[in-house]
């Protein structure tokens, strides 16, 4: 059974009609029918960061379209669903976002890379950083409550395969070999010839001749080195202490 048609919907249903049929013409105050519904600012930027159409928005339209974003009868079969949700802003604590449905929500800062960012291809986005989210990325979340006591919805990243991941961390470490940048990583064991290191998930090889007695001595401590070749068929990684001179040391891709 549908529900019963509200007073605010037969309202924004007159006055979109009125908009279709005479565009250039603005309601007129004294009308009932067209009196506009009063936004706040925040319903103002989900109306611009939200509603696309070919010509400026007429009132009905934006407030049609705050009424669905807060009243969407939707939104309970919601739950457990993947959604898209564009970003409105980044600071070092949070990730604003526009879910389209029930205002505005927040996920962890965190739990957020370039791995959860739509795009048409299914590539993530090439970013200095796999941490370099940016306002308007449409992001991959699910919906874990869509209300909470505050008003607004529960979301968490998607969880991407490990695989992708992996795949996200080589092509950023190797435009950190390919831009001379140091990447970090902690000495984890000695080995044939030299010593293991862990960066960024995978296992990396320090030869002897490129590492500094203080820096072999310090397993376990997060440290500074430099990528001097990369082999993607084997996943193999070679590396050189950060204060060691590259010199005679060919890069290989």
């Known amino acids: 059974m549908r529900a019963r048609r509200s007073p605010a919907i037969n309202t924004l249903d007159a006055q979109l009609q009125q908009a279709d049929a005479s565009p250039a013409s603005a309601p007129s105050p004294s009308s009932p029918s067209s009196a506009?519904?009063?936004?706040?600012?925040?319903?103002?930027?989900?109306c611009r960061h939200t509603l696309r159409l070919p010509k400026p928005a007429s009132t009905g339209q934006e407030a049609a379209l705050r009424l669905l974003s807060r009243f969407n009868g939707a939104l309970p079969s919601l739950r457990g669903q993947t959604i898209l949700a564009k970003v409105l802003s980044v600071d070092s604590e949070r990730v604003t976002v526009d879910t389209g449905y029930n205002g505005v929500a927040e996920v962890p800062r965190a739990d957020v890379s370039i791995a959860h960012v739509h795009t048409a291809d299914g590539a993530a986005p090439v970013?200095?950083?796999t941490s370099d989210v940016r306002p308007g990325d449409l992001l991959r979340l699910r919906v874990d409550a869509p209300y909470t006591p505050y008003?607004?919805?529960?979301?968490?990243?998607?969880?991407?395969?490990s695989e992708f991941k992996r795949r996200l961390a080589w092509g950023e470490l190797r435009r950190a070999m390919e831009a001379g940048q140091p990447v970090s990583g902690r000495v984890l064991?000695?080995?044939?010839?030299?010593?293991?290191?862990?960066?960024?998930g995978f296992v990396a090889f320090l030869p002897s001749a490129m590492a500094a007695r203080?820096?072999?001595?310090?397993?376990?401590?997060?440290?500074?080195?430099?990528?001097?070749?990369?082999?993607?068929?084997?996943?193999?990684?070679?590396?050189?202490?950060?204060?060691?001179?590259?010199?005679g040391f060919r890069r290989v891709g």
């Not at 064991?189 to 960024?200: K, W």
Request: glycine share 8%.
């Open 36 to 46: 506009p519904l009063a936004p706040s600012d925040l319903d103002d930027v989900l």
């Open 127 to 129: 970013r200095p950083t």
């Open 151 to 161: 008003g607004d919805m529960q979301l968490t990243a998607v969880r991407e395969e």
């Open 189 to 200: 064991n000695d080995c044939v010839g030299g010593f293991a290191v862990g960066v960024a």
């Open 214 to 247: 203080d820096t072999t001595q310090r397993v376990g401590s997060l440290q500074s080195f430099r990528i001097v070749a990369m082999d993607e068929a084997r996943r193999r990684i070679t590396l050189r202490d950060a204060g060691v001179a590259a010199a």
